[in-house]
């Protein structure tokens, strides 16, 4: 038995009116003709390069299974945090070439 309540963990509210909204169903995945993905180079701590995926529209385990298919085929390590892509070091050319295979219509962006 889970310890989380059904309000979203909200224990307590003083508002008398109050009443606790539904949670939001995810979005549906769109197919990869209407996606509008970006890739950016992003500098982090120490100069470390990553290649952004940005834009992905669906579900967590649809841009979790992405994401796990762009790390195999570049051969780095990566994750997927806030619903962006991440891949180590500068891949944007590989995963530009991967994502237009795949049916994504993807542009290079930022410097």
Do not use: H, W
């Not at 549906?28 to 970006?38: A, E, N, W």
């Amino acid at each position: 038995m889970s310890k989380k309540n059904s309000n979203g963990g909200l224990i307590f509210s003083t508002n008398p009116d109050f009443i606790p909204e539904e949670q939001s169903e995810e979005e549906s995945t769109l197919d990869p003709k209407d996606q509008q993905l970006r890739i950016f180079l992003d500098r982090l701590g120490g100069g470390k390069l990553v290649s952004r995926v940005y834009g992905f529209i669906g579900k967590t385990d649809d841009l979790e299974q992405l994401g796990k298919k762009l790390k195999q085929q570049c051969g780095v390590g990566g994750s997927v945090k806030d619903g962006d892509i991440l891949i180590q070091g500068d891949q944007r050319d590989k995963i530009l070439k991967i994502l237009l295979q795949l049916g994504y219509k993807v542009k290079k962006a930022g410097g």
